[in-house]
Every structure is written in structure tokens, then in C-alpha cells.
């Protein structure tokens, strides 16, 4: 595994330069497949050697180089079989029936531990992660930002939870706001209760936009609108029934679509939730004396550090009422106090970059240390992500699309012929494709969205990705019964083959990069050369298992 063999350089370091190997075992890398200039399989840079002690500050770097290579090269072992030096760098080839022998040990004895069990990932905090993401609202659009937030956050998750932290998984709903005092005069008016039924979040949105309409020239729903909202915030029974139905009826859509996604949360929240224990966090914030009344009315936090407000948050509008990043601030508290995370994890598009920045803020200034810990995963927009029927309105939109146009594309091609349920397949290769088309840049960028290019059957896409699965799951199928033990390594020597072990020996640190920076970038690309390894040479994984 890559352990065995960052540990075997780690323990030839240590002997020639004096220190203990787990100081070199962070500074050893594999070298990438795609930078091979060398036959060279782990590296280490002279500059990181100096960095951390082990060779000293002074002298020419290259003459340094040149003579740690010397003396490595004559330390070396059986795993070890040569070193060299580049520029600045030292260059390590392992043994490549070894290198073999140990990646396909490792990966048939414990395939789930592969990576993510390395040494190299000891130093990742573990803990309680609380990871909020998706996040939508009620009766409104689920956006293109929503769909990012849904893949990013579970992306983040799931990696965090194979890194053996414990993971909780939080969608906290829009489900509170003047826009529930339009929806509930909306329904009162044009609502129908089988509709809502039959289709939820059709209903609620077409109530909604069609009340915004009606209310943009009519005074008197403006005002059914701001009484209804008042009858809410008063916790009237009957306006309070409907808004429960809302929401109960919304999650119960959005947990079936989901699933269709393979997402799922361990708690449904919202700002509604929340909303009662605002007044909590502005008693807090008054005892810390940290509130403060504007000539406005509004009620602020001071966030210039010079006490001057030329940067500040305003947690009560003047009427009043709470905002957002109150029920934000009441939010975190609760749940730091309810799950006791070690680290708490936002996911929403850049607009809300100051929004988070400001919480973060606030909760400090409350004394709150653990904030240091919480953290927004901000990414970019993304434009023209639409249907046939239009601009995205639902999630469910979006899949149904995914599946049509991936369908299409298989009805095309022969391969279609030969499958059992080629509706869920579309559906499964769709959605694979889009998230691997989201996730092949940084996060931040925006993009413009196009079908026909995340769907390629070629190239870098989701599409071949799944094909490679695929046929590697039937190759494992055909050979379940025979066993590793009788496995002969000895035709993966070639260069080819070797390059995927390679790559292979690269899986922890890329791993790494990915938990470090939460960016998922670095997994894919990692899986879509794989995938280019691998189809450039099959036969590397046709192993000769038993002489067969
Ligand atoms: N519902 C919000 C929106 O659609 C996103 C919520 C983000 N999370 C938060 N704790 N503010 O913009």
C-alpha cells in the first residue's frame, strides 16, 4: 500500500539524515503520472528536507541533492531499488513486483480501507462533523445554486464520513419569512387542497407566483399577506396548521427526490425552528453589550473592530422583527448545543460569502471559540442549466432531463439493447454525469451549463466514467471465485501497467488535498485518469489469477 512504501523512503531518510521517519512520511509524494520525466515512482523535495531540519539550511541546493542521492543510493533495499537525484528533488524506484505485489494486497484484502486508512490522513481532525447543505425554500425555485449545494455538501459528507469522522447531515429549509404570509393568503384564495396532494410543489409554487403577481397591484392582498404573516408570528392555530401542512407536505417530496439522488439528512431544520429562540440571541448579545439601537430603530452588531460601524450586521429591523442572520446566529447556538460538533460546515453559493462572514463574526464576538471551526463552502454560479420545458424550477426537473436526454443518447448507441432497466440506468449515468462535470473544476468558478457536453459518451465525462465501473465490476463478477492468494503479478511489470499502479500509489494524497480543501476536484480528476490508464490498457487488470 502507499504507506508501506512512503514508510520504506521515510525509514532510508531517517538512517542517513538523522531523524525519526515520521518526520519525512508528510514530505514524500508520489509522483504524478502525468509529470513523468523520470522512471521515478516517489519523490521528495531537498527544500522540505531543509524546511523541517534534516539537512542543513546553507550550501548550493543542487550539490545537496546530488549527494543525499549518493548516499540513499547506497542504503538502498529490496524495496528501494534505486534513487537519483533531479532538480531539487530526490527520486525514488520502488521495486516493481513489489510495487505490484503490496497495491493489489492491500486493495483485494481490504477494498473500503484502500487510501483512506494511510498514514499520510492521521493528522485530518477527526470528530463530529456537521455539514449543512441543499437547503431550500419553501415554494420558491430550487435553483441551479441548490442542485451545487445538494451534490457539494453530500460530496463533502460522504468523504468526511470515509475519513471515519461521524457525520451529521442538516438541510435547513426556508420555511419562515413574509414570503409564508403571500403563500398562506395565496392558498386561502386560489389553494386546492388535492393539488397539494398530488403535486406539491408544483401547487405551492404556482400559489406563490401567482399571489406575487396579484399583490404587486392589488392593496388589499398585501394586506391579507401581512395579516396572515402576523397571524403567524402570533402562533395562530389555524394559519399555523397550514404552514405545517406546507412544510411537512415539501419535506416529504424533497426526501423521495433525494433519494433519487442517493442523498439523504439526518434532520430537517429551518429558519422557522429557529425562529423562537431569537430573542435568546438578543438578550445574549444585549448583556455582552454588543447590540446596538441605530437612529433608524434597527438593532445592530459592530463588526469594524474600531467600534466606528463603518462595517456592521443588523440583527432587528426596525419593526421589530428578526432577520436571517439572526436566525442563523440562533441556529448554530442550538446546534452546538444539541450535537456538539466539532466542526460545522456550510454549503451555499458566493452570494452568502459576507452573510457567513458576518456569523462567524458575531458568534466569535459572543465568545464563541468553536467558531474558528465552522466554515462556508462557497461556489460559483452556474448559467443556462435549463429543459426542455424551460428554466429549472424543481430538482425533479432536473433528473427527469438527466434521464431522458441520457436515454436518448443510449437509444442511439447499441449498448441499450443489452440492459435490464435502461430508465434507471439513464437515470443513474445522467446524474453521475452531472455531478462529475460539477466537480471537475474549483468550486468557485462558474460555469455555463450544456447537456449534449455533460452527457458525452467520450472524453472526461461522468458518462465514461461509469462505463469503465461498470465493465471493471464485470470483470471482478466473472472472476469472484478466485482468490488473491494465487494471484501472479509478474505481467504487470510493463510500463503501462506500472503507470496505473502509479497512480494508484497516489490515491491517499489525493485524498488529503480533497479533505484539506474540501474541493472534489482533486478526487475526480484523480478517478478520470484512472479511467484514462486503465482504458489505454485493460489488459493491466486482466489479472493472470492461478495461471488462468
Ligand atoms: N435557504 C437559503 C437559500 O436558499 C440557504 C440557506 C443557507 N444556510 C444558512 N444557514 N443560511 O438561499
Known sequence: MACFFRRCVALQLAEVCGLSEDVFIPLISAVPVSQKQSAADLRVSVNSLRQNGAVAADGDLQSKTQALANQLQMKRGAVVEEVSAGRGVIHFRLNRPILAQKLLEQLCSEPDGFGVKSELLRHLQGGRTLVEFSSPNIAKKFHAGHLRSTIIGNFIANLKKALGNEVIRVNYLGDWGMQFGLLGAGFERSGSQEKLRTQPLEHLFEVYVQVNREAECDESVRSAAAEFFRRLERGEDQALALWRQFREITVDEYKRIYQRLGVHFDHYSGEAFHQHQTQNVLDELMTRGLLKTTEKGTAVVDLSGAGDLSSYATLVRSDGTSLYITRDVAAALDRKQRFGFDEMIYVTDKSQTVHFRQLFHILLAMGHQWAERCVHVAFGL???????????????????????????????????????????????????????????????????????????????????????????????????????SCCDVSPLVDSRSVSVLQHLLRYDEVLLQSANELQPRHLVNFLLTLRYRHVSHTECFKLRVGGG
Open 382 to 484: 452556474v448559467q443556462g442549466m435549463s429543459t426542455r420545458r424551460g428554466e429549472v424550477v424543481f430538482l425533479e426537473d432536473v433528473l427527469e432531463e438527466a434521464r431522458s436526454r441520457m436515454l436518448n443518447n443510449m437509444r442511439q448507441s447499441s449498448t441499450s439493447k443489452e440492459l435490464e432497466e435502461p430508465e434507471q440506468t439513464a437515470e443513474r449515468v445522467g446524474i453521475s454525469a452531472l455531478i462529475v462535470q460539477d466537480f471537475r473544476g474549483p468550486l468557485m468558478s462558474d460555469y455555463k451549463f450544456d447537456w449534449d457536453k455533460v452527457l458525452q459518451a467520450h472524453g472526461d465525462t461522468g458518462v465514461f466514467l461509469q462505463y469503465t465501473h461498470a465493465r471493471l465490476c464485470s470483470l471482478l463478477r466473472r472472476h469472484a471465485r478466485e482468490t488473491y
